[in-house]
């Protein structure tokens, strides 16, 4: 298994044709709070954060770490995108040391594949960077857009388990084999 935290990961933003993907920074913040505090993005997530309570958290830049990206179109922020491992410590139905996807994006970027695009080259970098290693994806079972794009994306169901009053789905993506 690689280590994704101990190395610099990008030595620049991926691009697909339509987007950038990128290191968080600073300027992130106002899209990060609008994206946090959604109702509607927190509806399969746990709920949004209260606004209030993301306004007064320090303004420091977010911490880019490997596997973290900001998503953007035309110079805006539409979302985040990370394959992030399992901590052992946090109470997780993903197996310690895996990566996972996710991903949010701001209900105006909903409907146009931007999702679909980003999680292409996230997962075409995560590739490359650990090569043969699968990615785990979880989501809630009545996210009917989640559900389609997991499958869209390539990942198969691993098991279906009930975690915060809700039926969650785990599916697993393999990167196809390089050739020799």
Same mark, same amino acid.
């Given at each position: 298994m690689s280590e994704? !935290?101990? %190395? ?12 950038v ?6 300027r992130?913040r106002a !899209?990060?709070?609008e994206?946090f !505090? ?5 509806t399969?997530?746990?709920g949004p ?10 303004p420091?830049?977010?911490t880019?770490?490997?596997g973290?990206? /900001?998503?953007? *179109?035309?110079?805006?922020?539409? !979302?985040?995108?990370?394959l992030?491992?399992?901590d052992?410590?946090?109470r ?5 040391g895996?990566a996972?996807l996710g991903?949010?994006?701001l ?6 594949g931007?999702?679909?695009e980003a999680?292409t080259a996230a *997962? ?10 699968? /990615? ?8 009917d857009?989640?559900?389609r794009?997991a499958?869209?994306?390539?990942f198969t169901? /691993? %098991?279906r388990?009930?975690?915060?009053g809700?039926?969650?789905?785990m599916g /697993?993506?393999s990167?196809a084999p390089?050739?020799d």
């Amino acid at each position: 298994m690689s280590e994704l !935290g101990s %190395r610099n990961w990008l030595s620049g933003p991926l691009r697909t044709e339509r987007l950038v993907l990128r290191e968080p920074e600073a300027r992130d913040r106002a !899209g990060l709070i609008e994206l946090f !505090g959604s109702p509607e993005v927190g509806t399969y997530v746990g709920g949004p954060r209260p606004r209030d309570e993301l306004e007064r958290e320090p303004p420091g830049t977010p911490t880019g770490r490997p596997g973290s990206f /900001v998503i953007e *179109l035309d110079g805006a922020m539409i !979302g985040i995108i990370e394959l992030n491992r399992r901590d052992p410590q946090r109470r997780s139905h993903v197996p310690p040391g895996e990566a996972e996807l996710g991903y949010l994006l701001l209900p105006e970027a909903w409907g146009f594949g931007y999702a679909a695009e980003a999680c292409t080259a996230a *997962l075409g970098w995560f590739a490359e960077a650990s090569p043969g290693e699968p /990615v785990v994806l979880c989501t809630q079972i009545a996210n009917d857009r989640s559900m389609r794009l997991a499958a869209k994306l390539g990942f198969t169901e /691993v %098991r279906r388990y009930e975690a915060w009053g809700a039926e969650q789905w785990m599916g /697993v993506w393999s990167p196809a084999p390089r050739p020799d």
